[in-house]
């Protein structure tokens, strides 16, 4: 048995070994709590760090597919890229870590990135395009929002593709209409807008300009004849032909209607000006060749010059405009300048316009009458009415000073009622072999009363109807053919015969000679010229009256002034003629003596 003070000492000495054994384990243990601890101070740390983070880059909105955040610390190096990435620029957060932002972004757009990374704009936004990893190239809103933790900045880029392009596609339209509200739609030609616009900026720049109106002739009648398709393929081919002309010198553009202008620099003078007005006039003169016929468009040329004219593009149209009226009154086919004289005369118009109703109403507009002749015998066999206003304090005005005036002040019927009446009373006592001749207008011509206003005349003057000639102006405007026909018709059922005037000058010729009952065709004055000597006017001539004896129609030549010429028509077989060489329009008076001398006067002078 053993020595029972040898066991407690032994088991004292264990126990001393088992403590020193456990103080070991605990400080161990306690080492490895520290350590722990540190261990979670740095995640407690770097979670601090990235709540910071992840608070700056909520705004961002981390899980919008169409919005890519970046996180750039101080040195601007990205460090942290949303997993919107892929949607963005087609390639993983950690490809554009690697490869930096600005490598994708546009070349021509780097420099907008860095100035926005380094702060060396006032703007906290802006525009780049991306190059994405499959080459698309996509625009991107670049926002950026520094973070004063670390001096860092955070970058949020939306794909605004679809805006940009909807921006492009609306200011692509905004473009177009601003062309198309200064272009002419039909011909292309800048419009009067444009053009007022131009000249306005060529006077201000100190340029001396002219600017030319051009003004087709009788495009109205021939619109209405052939039809508004052929009419726009006329203008079109105008418009072409002066576009053409076009230069940085000289801009063409299209007013509207039948209107046309031009604008030149105005150095070297008016014989270079006029030398350009004749080019123009012959250019718009060509042939103009279509699938069914072939059509002469004249034009006639107003021209204004800045400074002399007018200080401004409204000032120098008007001037212009004014210059072309007077170029129509001389027959068109022509050009002249403006001149001061001419802005007078207009304003003599104008009071005319308001003097006309008064004067119709009190009988100062009367009938003037003209010999027509029988060709053979030289007889007088009747006389063509012709207007003239015995104004109180102008004198006998002739008819190319107010005519227009009538018709535009829709006078025309009364007027023509006025003088139909008056030259009936006049001609009822002549012999009644003796006629008259009067013109009627285009308004006149498609108005259901004129036949009952004709014959109301005839009654009460209680002229022969069948001494009536009513006279079409070949020119006049046509808008129904039928309607005129059935005008025309009862017409000739009271008495009198139709006459087609200005034959051969006009556009619809053979078109009513088919379509309206015409007794008579009158060869216009401008065949005249010359016919003894001119074998061209000769030519035509011949033709006409050829044509009107195979048709059996009656004719008389307009413009007769020489003997020279009397003698060529009785060798062609002209039936009648009218001019100067027959005498002048007279007053009723004078027409009454020359019947009762029965002697024809010498051709006046102009």
Known sequence: MADPLLLIGTALAGGAAASSVSAWVQGHRLRRLRAKLAKCDIALAGLRHDDAQQRVLSRAILDDPGRLAVRFNAEGQATFVSPSCWSIAGCPP??????????????????????????LVPTMESRVRLIRADGRVVWLLLRREPVPEDGGQVMTLTDITQAVRTEDSLADARQTLTRMAMLDSLTGLPNRACFVADTDRAI??????ALFFIDLDRFKPMN????????????????????RLSTDDLIAARLGADEFALLARADDGDQTLAERARQLIDTILAPIRGEAAQVDVSSTIGIAMSGRDGTNACDLLRAADIAMTHGKRSGGGCYRFFEARMGEELARDTELSRELPRAIENGEIVPYFQPLVRMKDAEIVGFEVLARWEHPTRGVLPPA?????????????AMFRALLAKSCMVARGWSRHVGLSINISPRELLDDSLPDIVDEILC??????????????????????HQARDVLERLRALGPTVALDDFGTGFSSLFHLRELPIDKVKIDKSFMRALDTD???????????????????????????TEGTMRRLQEVGCTFGQGYLFGRPMPAS????????????AMAAE
Do not use: W
């Open 401 to 413: 000073r107010f005519l227009d005036l009538v018709e535009k002040s829709g006078r025309s019927g």
């Open 94 to 119: 950690e490809h554009l870590l690697a490869d930096g932002l600005s490598r994708m972004v546009h070349p021509n757009d780097t420099t907008t990135l860095n100035n926005m990374l380094m702060g």
């Open 224 to 243: 209405d004849m052939h039809g508004h398709v052929i009419g726009d393929a006329i203008l079109r081919e105008i418009g072409s032909r002066l576009s």
């Open 460 to 481: 009460s003057t209680g002229f022969d109807g069948r001494r009536l000639e009513v006279e079409l102006t070949e020119n006049a405007l046509v808008d129904d053919c």
């Open 204 to 209: 201000a720049s100190g340029q001396s300009v």
């Open 535 to 561: 074998a061209e006017n000769a030519r035509y001539v011949v033709a006409i009256v050829g044509l009107c004896h195979a048709l059996g129609l009656e004719m008389t030549a307009e413009g007769v002034e």
């Open 590 to 601: 004078d027409a009454g003596a020359l019947l009762g001398t029965n002697r024809l006067p």
